[in-house]
């Protein structure tokens, strides 16, 4: 059997496998067909093939980044989990799908990257406490700026600027969406009948980051929660094809607590460190004299207080 | 949350469908929706006239074309377009119920994000059609040196976009691709049916409608997207039909 296609995505954090949409779309849906992926969790995009995750690289060394390029190279590979959809079916799927992307992507990429607040306290403070240094220092910044470009031309307003006019009618744009799609589901359990597929996949990928991140501004999250059928659709989902990750939601704040109180005693000791060195460097304190000094006999005194006082007025 | 919306309906419910209704398009020749809007207003009973101005662009509030003069309101983009004609008491999707209606609005999506989407690389994106096409028909109604800096501008802007959305590392082919399964999902949705939706056409209908009748009489380097309309009868025969119901009468 050759060997499995490796994916590179996303760490994974709040209760959720990965913490982007389009990994967690490439993630469901190998899930839903049973595709043996070797998964890579990493947090530092410059080591994906293609510099941007998700990224798919192929036995045959091709590299993938469109979440519908991946889900059409699994289909090739025998993993598909639209076999049992009708025509009629398919189609219904490609039209959700597009609907998502209009309506419900933008206010996610507002909610996360554009409204200040929520960028700062959490996207922000979470890409730059996982990046390795030192690209937590510039990557977060060039992120968001490049999903306000992308935001500007998807509105066709090149001088988009985060505000409440523009999130009031992105968010709801986003509720329409999110109504639409629960009059769809209504009370089934998946999309098509009884086993998921790749509209299920694209609207877990969406949903899922809504539902469990707490961000300050949470309007989209309230939405949501009001609408049971796609709650319950999501949590579904997690408990049965991601279980080991909904509980890693109770385990992180114990583990960050180890990482802060080290990097805390490690800062300490770096500028204990670099004070001494200083001292020692300019002469302000000497640390062999007192030491030789000692060993000496007590006759000696009065050569330590005249060298002592030599010392204070070197340096007075 | 509905506020902006509701504001909306109650400034403009007051006055009835003026007949001096005008709807503004760019030059002749050029791929444009205006047809979809007609076919609307013409679905609806409500009179329109069309006019042709170079500057169309410019003129309409949020610069998309076409758009319409009503009264004293100038409304451009299908959403508020199709707001504004509810406002004044004409709808075409009264009759769906709510899981149709999240359906439609599902299939007009896709119909934008694919066909428009697809039509827009296929005219500034290939450069063979770029050149002898879509920059020529653009920059026709200016002088030299603006006719050449404008068309330009209109193409990068458009090949910006297409980076943005992930359609810039496609090819030709692949295009040509989506296109077909858009055109398959809406075959397979309209099956033998006269409409999308009953026997009533809704505002569905007239966006598919204006974007393959489009793809079909617009004049492009290559025949190869109206062939892959073609390929899907229903949706031939769909655009006759609509064509013979509500355009013959016009011209004759």
């Known amino acids: 059997m050759a060997a499995p296609d490796e994916l590179f995505c996303w760490e994974g954090d709040w209760g959720l496998p990965s913490i982007s949409t389009d990994c967690l779309v490439v993630l469901a849906y190998a899930q839903f067909a ?69 309506k419900l992507m933008p206010a996610l990429i507002y909610a996360f990257w554009i409204e200040p607040k929520n960028y700062v306290d959490v996207t922000r403070r979470w890409y730059a406490e996982h990046m390795p240094f030192p690209l937590n220092f510039f990557l977060p910044g060039r992120m968001q700026r490049q999903q306000l470009e992308k935001l500007r031309l998807l509105r066709g307003d090149e001088r988009l600027e985060a505000g409440e006019e523009l999130e009031k009618e992105l968010y709801r744009d986003a509720a329409e969406c999110m109504n639409l799609l629960s009059q769809r589901l209504g009370s089934h359990k998946f999309f098509f009948g009884d086993s998921p597929s790749s509209l299920d996949a694209y609207v877990f990928g969406h949903l899922a980051p809504i539902l469990k991140c707490k961000l300050p501004n949470g309007k989209l999250q309230q939405h949501l929660k009001t609408l049971d059928n796609l709650t319950n659709f999501c949590t579904n989902i997690l408990q049965l094809y991601f279980p080991k990750d909904g509980r890693g939601e109770a385990h992180n704040s114990p583990r960050q607590k180890p990482p802060r109180r080290r990097k805390q005693f490690l800062s300490a000791l770096v500028a204990l460190g670099a004070m001494l060195s200083y001292a020692l460097l300019t002469g302000m304190v000497s640390i062999q004299h007192a030491h030789h000094e000692a060993l000496e006999e007590p006759p000696d005194l009065q050569d330590i207080g005249s060298h002592h006082d030599h010392e204070d007025e070197g340096d007075g | 949350v509905c ?76 959403g508020p377009i199709v707001q504004f004609t509810k406002a004044k008491g004409h709808s075409l999707s009264d009759g769906l119920d709510d899981v149709q209606r999240a359906e439609m609005k599902a299939y007009m999506e896709l119909v934008n994000n694919m066909l428009l989407t697809a039509e827009l690389y296929i005219q500034w994106c290939d450069d063979s059609t770029a050149t002898e096409i879509s920059r020529p028909r653009y920059s026709s109604p200016y002088s030299w040196p603006l006719n050449k800096i404008l068309a330009y501008q209109k193409q990068w802007e458009v090949r910006r976009k297409m980076n943005a959305i992930g359609w810039g590392g496609k090819t030709l082919e692949q295009v040509y ?8 999902a809406l075959s397979q949705r309209l099956g033998t049916q006269s409409y999308f939706f009953n026997k009533q056409p809704t505002e569905l209908d007239a966006l598919v409608f204006g974007h393959l009748f489009t793809i079909l009489t617009t004049r492009l380097t290559s025949t190869e997207l109206a062939e892959r309309v073609k390929s899907y009868s229903n949706l031939l025969s769909f655009c006759r039909r609509v064509e013979q119901t509500y355009f013959e009468d016009k011209s004759s």
């Open chain 1, 34 to 102: 049973g595709a043996p992926l070797k998964l890579r969790k990493i947090s530092n995009p410059w080591r994906s093939p293609s510099g941007s995750l998700p990224a798919l690289r192929t036995n045959q060394k091709e590299t993938l980044s469109r979440p519908s390029d991946i889900i059409i190279h699994l289909r090739k590979q025998k993993f598909n989990a639209d076999y049992d959809l009708s025509a009629k079916e398919g189609a219904d799927s490609l039209a959700f799908i597009s609907l998502m992307e209009e």
């Open chain 2, 3 to 78: 506020l902006p919306a509701c504001l909306f309906v109650t400034l403009t419910a007051a006055e009835p469908w003026p007949e001096n209704a005008t709807l503004y398009q760019p030059l002749k020749g050029e791929l444009q929706y205006s047809y979809l809007y007609i076919l609307l207003f013409l679905m609806c009973g409500l009179p329109v006239q069309v006019f042709c101005r170079a500057n169309a662009e410019y003129m309409s509030p949020s610069g998309k074309i076409p758009f319409i003069h009503v009264g004293n309101q100038v409304v451009s983009e299908l």
């Open chain 2, 177 to 184: 691709e989506d296109v077909s399964q858009c055109c398959q």
